[in-house]
């Protein structure tokens, strides 16, 4: 078997240790921790379902050597905010239909707010080339292209009504 | 011009509080927010990690499978090979009977002597890691011969073609015939006839197969799973040699179904490997082995001869089906069955002919997928339509409403269906609603737009006799708890019992659970397939609440000395309808209800209509309890240099009867959109000799959120369905009409037709090659 390496993930602001060989995917490594939040679905950097933010940037985590996000803020769904206290983003999928089955969700969250962060105002544009790396099956996207203007306009302080 | 009032629908007869408005889905917070634990998700002390090995080959012969280096690798706790499973075959779950000569689904769990797809299971591992379990993969050794295979159904269907199975590799055959076709194809003044290709799909659902399995202390193999069907517990059984009683099935939230999860997928391997190690399992696949592990739409070829007067008033149609079975049945006879029955689309046909036949392949096999047969005839009968129209020298609007089922018709069993058909409404909606047409962005773009209207079953086949069951009750302190068997595959069919019972019982959202998808402690609701759910478990959740409602109200009526049915509830609050200062708290009411022992919950049972299969011959008599109505309208551009098709305007119209969550219902619509889309444009499943050369998601192209345009829902509401509150379904109506509708439209920028889905640039380009000739 591989060597192994005890390293430090700073993860949604807390510190967690783990024991990982230098091929495991941080993907792999925050399931591992127990953060199943992160969601698995191709592995290979097609779905965009695994996304977390690395210092503030989405990446695929399946694409990601954990040995290589040492010391760096990773940033799943459950950091950014809770049911009652919602990130805008997740509010905005929450009450306007843009959860369905809610497998993509975690990582199209993920993608929209490192394209927030970003580019506080988006067009229809920006924001689908934003989400281009993030498959959804049973939306459309209709309803997400809805939520993120919903929560772009919110995070501006115009408040909630598109 | 149309006669018909667009504009006018039927005014309700009831207020409603909760339903038909697009309220917040109890499903939607957790999964936002990361809460929502699905299949996979699931640890436990001591699990073992499963792989699949697969077969290398469609069609050969196994000459050796050797995996004792394999067993030897230390870690590995398990690895089963057919020889360990000598008496133990898997069959699909169907109740009922179709009359097909293949009602025994039988097939082998792992390859004994005969691989028949590629990809076919050949062993088990389980082992301490993921890492060991693939290395163990990788250390099992096989040699398979290859045998002659056949691939392409008309192939397999001539004389001397390999035999996939059985004696020969017809697996099912469906016949529809009514008045006189040839006579009237004879008489006609011009008959029309083509021939539409259809292709394989993937339902592309984001979780993969997923599944954990462990024997518990009173030896029930417990498995927690990604399933469409839990009530699949029973051929589960029978498959592990134990008694129906002895598996459970505790599901979670799906990501994704469409189809896909609808026969078993992980669990028998679980099971056994549980069953053999006594210690709890996990196998959850990878991309790669859910493109191979799971049955996929069939491609159909469609042969339509269709006989029209110059007034154009379709005479006659004879429809000749054939679709690709793969290599094992699974639900070919039913797909099959609802492809024939809808072989003439929402519109009249008096003298109709239908052929269909389902063969044996060594391709991987075909199973349901969303639209379900019903999808592929619509692929061909709204394309026919447009090419019938341009025979005749008419506005394809215009044929299309000459020829339009209306309410009270017969459809192409003879079966009248007791709903409104609102066919005709749908599609001038939608075609309207394209508004002006788009100008093309430059020379070598073409602007072309397109229309198609559908019918599409909800609920089982009749003949299947099918029944679903739904618990309610309601606590002390006035909250309700909703206990029903439903999978939720993501379109919120728990959300939408919990809309259901609380409009009955005249609480609110905020104050209802719903328990589901467990064998062992929810009520079983049947399969979350055929656009049942909402259909079937929305009405035993109205039914329940309902006998509850009934008691409460008595008791309420009691209190201010009133008729029973002069009681109201609404918003926690019980009321006089005539007086309502005469009113108390529901929970108020519940408290007195609970002192004085009234019964507050109900299990109820709601049956669909019951009948007799149709007549083997003729087809006729009722093959579904009732049919959905729609139409889809598309503007595409077509860069005619590259053959490339960009989706401008995508516009679903629907007759969903009652809506019950109008953003779900949306939602439904929206996603079918993208899911038809990718059928008709990109989607795209290569096989070379059985083997699938495009097992990823950078292969096999769904539309992204750069394809899709934002797609516009028209829904009218005809209140006429025997869904609850008069609702149809629309699970798979969302995506029947889609492709057609894109087909005609690209049809119409390029002035040909691409006889065969997906219509991908190469197609186009060569199409537009062969016009200029």
């Known amino acids: ?123 229809e544009e920006d924001i689908r080339i934003g989400l281009s790396g993030n498959l959804c099956r049973c939306t459309g996207y209709t309803k997400i292209f809805e939520a993120v203007e919903q929560a772009a306009a919110e995070m501006r302080g115009a408040g909630g009504d598109k | 011009m149309s006669d018909i009032d667009l504009t006018t629908q039927p005014v309700p007869n009831v207020k409603f509080s909760q339903v038909g408005k697009p309220l917040r889905r109890t499903d939607a ?101 993921r890492d060991i379990a693939e290395q163990a993969a990788r250390l099992v050794e096989f040699e398979l011969e290859p045998v002659p295979g056949v691939y392409d159904p ?91 009683n002895k598996v459970r099935i505790r599901g979670a939230l799906v990501g994704g179904g469409f189809g896909g999860k609808e026969d078993v997928t992980v669990e028998i391997y679980l099971s056994l490997l549980a069953q053999h190690t006594r210690r709890p399992v996990r196998l959850e696949y990878s991309r790669e082995d859910s493109f191979l592990g799971h049955g996929k739409r069939h491609p159909f070829k469609l042969t339509y001869r269709t006989g029209v007067t110059k007034g154009g008033k379709i005479t006659g149609m004879d429809v000749q089906i054939i679709a690709d079975s793969g290599a094992y049945v699974f639900l070919s006879p039913y ?15 008096d003298n109709l002919n239908v052929h269909a036949r389902a063969v044996a392949t060594n391709n991987m096999f075909t199973s349901a ?51 409104a058909i609102w066919a005709d409404r749908c599609a001038e909606q939608a075609w309207a609603a394209l508004g002006g047409p788009t100008t093309p962005s430059a020379p070598h773009i073409r602007i072309g737009r397109g229309i198609a209207a559908y019918q599409q079953s909800y609920g089982r086949l009749t003949f299947l006799h099918d029944t679903s069951e739904c618990w309610v009750g309601v606590e002390v302190d006035g909250t309700v708890i909703v206990r029903s068997g439903v999978t939720d595959i ?58 509850v409602r009934g008691r409460l109200a008595g008791r309420a009526a009691k209190e201010f000395g009133v008729e029973v049915d002069e009681i109201a509830m609404e918003f926690n609050k019980v009321f006089v309808v005539d007086n309502p200062d005469k009113s ?102 290569l096989y070379e000799e059985g083997k699938l050369v495009t097992p990823s998601f950078s292969e096999y192209l769904m539309p992204t959120s750069m394809d899709m345009p934002k797609v516009q829902c028209i829904l009218l509401e005809s209140r006429s369905g025997l869904g609850p509150f008069g609702a149809k379904g629309v699970g798979e109506p969302a995506i029947t009409a889609v492709a057609p509708a894109i087909a005609n439209a690209v049809a119409d920028a390029i002035g040909t037709r691409v006889f065969e889905m997906p219509i991908t640039p190469e197609r186009v380009v060569k199409a537009l090659r062969d016009k200029e000739g």
């Open chain 2, 154 to 244: 008309e192939e397999a269907l001539k004389p001397g073609a390999p035999i996939v199975q059985g004696e020969d590799n017809v697996v099912a055959v469906h016949k529809i015939r009514k008045g006189d076709p040839e006579g009237a194809l004879a008489s006609a003044d011009i008959v029309v006839e083509n021939s539409y290709r259809t292709p394989f799909q993937e339902h592309a659902f984001l979780e993969p197969e997923v599944g954990l399995a462990w024997v518990d202390e009173n030896e029930v193999v417990n498995i927690r799973v990604a399933t469409q069907v839990i009530e699949h517990f029973r051929p589960i059984a029978d498959a592990i040699g134990v008694p129906h």
């Open chain 2, 335 to 349: 797909v099959l069955l609802y492809g024939a029955v809808a072989a003439p689309g929402p519109y009249r046909v």
């Open chain 2, 369 to 419: 997928f969303r639209g379900f047969g019903g999808m592929q005839a619509c692929a061909a009968y709204e394309q026919q339509m447009d090419e019938v129209a341009k025979a005749i020298g008419m506005d394809r609007m215009e044929f299309r409403r000459r020829n339009f089922l209306k309410t009270g018709d017969p459809i192409s069993t003879g079966f009248v269906p007791p709903s």
């Open chain 2, 584 to 685: 108390m708290a529901f929970v108020d009411l519940v408290k007195i209800c609970a002192a004085e022992g009234i019964h507050r919950s109900e299990l109820s049972m709601f049956r669909a209509p019951f009948s007799d299969y149709l007549d083997p011959e003729t087809g006729q008599g009722q093959a579904h309890p009732d049919y959905t109505y729609g139409a889809h309208a598309v503007e595409v551009a077509v860069d005619i240099d590259t053959g490339e098709v960009e989706v401008l305007k995508s516009i679903a119209a629907h007759d969903i009867g009652q809506c019950i969550n109008p953003a779900a219902v949306e939602g439904q619509l929206e996603g079918g959109a993208q899911n038809g889309q990718g059928y008709g444009l990109s989607e795209e499943m």
């Open chain 2, 490 to 547: 993501g379109a919120g069919q728990i959300s939408a019992l919990g809309q259901i019972a609380v409009e009955v019982l005249g609480v609110t959202m905020d104050d209802v659970v719903i328990y589901n998808s467990d064998t062992a402690v929810t009520p079983l609701a049947g399969t979350t397939t055929a656009t049942r759910a909402l259909y079937m478990t929305g009405n035993a959740c109205k039914m329940a609440a309902e006998a």
């Open chain 2, 29 to 129: 917070a957790g999964k936002a927010t990361g809460k929502t634990p699905y299949a996979g998700d699931y640890v436990m002390p001591g699990m073992l990690h499963a792989k699949v090995v697969r077969a290398d080959l469609a069609s050969a012969k196994m000459k050796r499978l050797d995996v004792t280096r394999a067993r030897a690798l230390p870690g590995v706790a398990c690895i089963l090979t057919a020889a360990d499973l000598p008496d133990r075959t898997a069959s699909t779950d169907i109740p009922g009977q179709t009359g097909q000569k293949r009602m025994d689904t039988g097939q082998q769990i792992l390859v004994r002597e005969r691989v028949r797809y590629y990809g076919e299971p050949l062993a088990l591992i389980a082992a301490e890691t």
């Open chain 1, 1 to 123: 078997m591989s060597r192994e390496k005890t390293i430090t993930l700073t993860i949604n602001g807390r510190d967690e240790q783990a024991s990982v060989p230098p091929h495991r995917t941080l993907l792999e490594a925050l399931r591992d921790l127990g953060h199943v939040e992160v969601k698995c679905g191709c592995e290979k950097g097609d779905c965009g379902a695994c996304a977390v933010l690395v210092d503030g940037l989405a990446v695929d985590s399946c694409l990601t050597l954990a040995w290589m996000t040492e010391g760096r803020e990773i940033t799943t769904i459950t950091g950014l905010g809770e049911r009652d206290a919602p990130h805008p983003l997740q509010k905005a999928f929450t009450d306007g239909g843009g959860v369905q089955c809610g497998y993509c969700t975690p990582g199209m969250i993920m993608a929209a707010k490192s394209m927030l962060d970003r580019n506080p105002e988006p067009t």
